[in-house]
């Protein structure tokens, strides 16, 4: 079965571009997280959705950073008028039940590096 | 808030053990372990919920002392295979958000 998958996995942005990363979670799965991954550290929550609602943004940075999940499947996080401080990896994970107390699956991620 | 991981790195030999620490300051509803590999995305290994529910993979032991809000995983006999950033990430009542800790690097030696 395919396992969650993102694109595009390498980005790289010149300072104030707007940018758009994509997630595709397994099917059927309730609960969508974004986090973001500085290089050596753990990732760092950035939202959760619940199908097509949006149960916590509050990790979001900057109301630069905008993300939807329009249908409950897939999910795009936007950065708007991107900084040097953005270059992360941005890890998307999706889980079956409608809290984050069970295993969530990972995809492979999308660096972004902004130049 | 962040939990803190130790050690931040640990260097084995093949078929050694070794335990990984987490510890929060908060009052925790479950602790996640995840294994990281470079470039890759995480893997999960176990959770461990208040009250004493675990889920995890059937080779991996971990414990969850609520009292102290501490974490601990146990690698045994260990494989090559292990090798990885293992993170560990807690979960408070009735919170979505999964707070991870920076890591602890396992670099395991034939």
Not at chain 1, 67 to 87: F, H, M, N
Not at chain 2, 4 to 15: C, F, K, M, T, Y
Not at chain 2, 61 to 72: G, L, P
Request: some cysteine; proline content about 5%.
């Amino acid at each position: 079965g395919a396992g969650v998958s993102q694109s595009p996995r390498y980005k790289v942005a010149k300072r104030g571009q707007d940018v758009a990363l994509r997630c595709d979670p397994i099917s059927g799965h309730v609960s969508l997280f974004w986090y973001q991954q500085a290089l050596g550290q753990g990732p760092e929550f950035l939202t959760y959705f619940q199908n097509e609602a949006q149960l916590d943004k509050s990790g979001l940075p900057s109301d630069r950073f905008f993300a939807e999940r329009p249908e409950g499947s897939v999910s795009t996080l936007k950065i708007q008028r991107t900084q040097q401080e953005d270059s992360a990896v941005y890890l998307c994970a999706s889980s079956s039940p409608g809290r984050a107390s069970y295993e969530q699956y990972f995809g492979p991620g999308t660096r972004l590096t902004v130049t | 808030q962040q939990p803190v991981q130790s050690p931040q790195a640990v260097i084995l030999r093949e078929g050694e053990d070794a335990v990984i620490n987490c510890s929060s300051s908060k009052a925790l509803y479950s602790v996640h372990w995840y294994r990281q590999k470079h470039g890759e995305a995480p893997v999960f290994l176990m959770i461990l919920l208040k009250g004493g529910e675990q889920k995890g993979h059937d080779k991996i032991s971990a414990s969850f002392n609520e009292k102290k809000q501490q974490s601990s995983l146990y690698l045994t006999a260990s494989q090559l295979s292990y090798s990885g950033t293992y993170f560990c990430g807690t979960e408070l009542d009735s919170n979505y958000q999964l707070i991870w800790g920076a890591g602890t690097k396992l670099i395991i030696k034939p």
